[in-house]
């Protein structure tokens, strides 16, 4: 139990481009989805919160209108990056959380790269 | 604000020897702490948490961590390391509240010699 699934594992655009990742849990409901970035050979930098029905929580730094974030669903999550750059490639994992866990369920992870 | 310090970022250890990764945590309230693992290209896979009571907790793959709020540590242990335990590891803390979210440390990379 307790599967995250994201897709895709990989994308490759053009810069300029917006790209979508999906994140959906896949046999439970989740009622809030975290999405992380990280660098390579570094640790989880969180981006932003989102609770379904409702506006996500961009954390301190983060551009709200480069990553736009949608939380439909009690199943998925999905965060797009509009107006792609090269510095916007990186590895986007989500995370999933049921009401009241303390866990968080990761996905396998996107690996974005900008060209 | 909760932090969470790692301060290994690379340990090496021969196949079949014992393991500790060391975390220290800052929060203010009883934490909620988490190891968790990743290789490489992948997600994270949890191996054990602590919410409450006993302070040694048993993960999967035969790790075990302890809590210790005097030292605020909470390391990870394995008596025995198998190869295929070389990877990425993260100590998390979690906020309660509404706003709940982990905070990762910058993680320990272990490799394992044969």
């Known amino acids: 139990g307790a599967v995250v699934s994201q897709h895709p594992s990989r994308v490759i655009c053009k810069s300029g481009t917006s790209v979508k990742i999906e994140c959906r849990s896949l046999?439970?409901?989740?009622?809030?989805m975290f999405w992380y970035r990280q660098f390579p050979k570094q640790s989880l930098m969180l981006m932003a919160t989102?609770?379904?029905?409702?506006?996500?929580?961009?954390e301190q730094g983060v551009e709200k209108d480069k990553f736009l974030i949608n939380h439909a669903s009690l199943t998925l999550s999905t965060l797009t990056v509009t107006s792609a750059h090269p510095e916007d490639s990186s590895f986007y994992i989500c995370s999933a959380r049921v009401a009241g866990a303390g866990e968080l369920f990761f996905g396998e992870g996107s690996r974005l790269t900008v060209l | 604000a909760q932090s969470v310090t790692q301060p290994d970022i690379h340990i090496t250890v021969s196949e079949g020897a014992s393991l500790e990764l060391r975390c220290n945590y800052s929060?203010?309230?009883?934490?909620?702490l988490f190891w968790y693992v990743q290789s490489p290209g992948q997600g994270l896979q949890l191996l054990l948490k602590y919410f409450s009571g006993d302070t040694l907790v048993q993960g999967i793959k035969g790790f075990e961590a302890e809590f210790k709020r005097s030292q605020s540590s909470f390391n990870l242990r394995k008596p025995s390391v198998h190869w295929s335990d070389a990877a990425e590891y993260f100590c998390a803390v979690g906020s309660g509240g509404s706003n709940y979210k982990l905070t990762f440390g910058k993680g320990t990379l272990l490799t394992v010699n044969p």
């Open positions: 989102s609770n379904e029905g409702s506006k996500a929580t961009y």
């Open positions: 929060y203010g309230a009883t934490p909620y």
């Open positions: 046999d439970f409901q989740a009622t809030t």
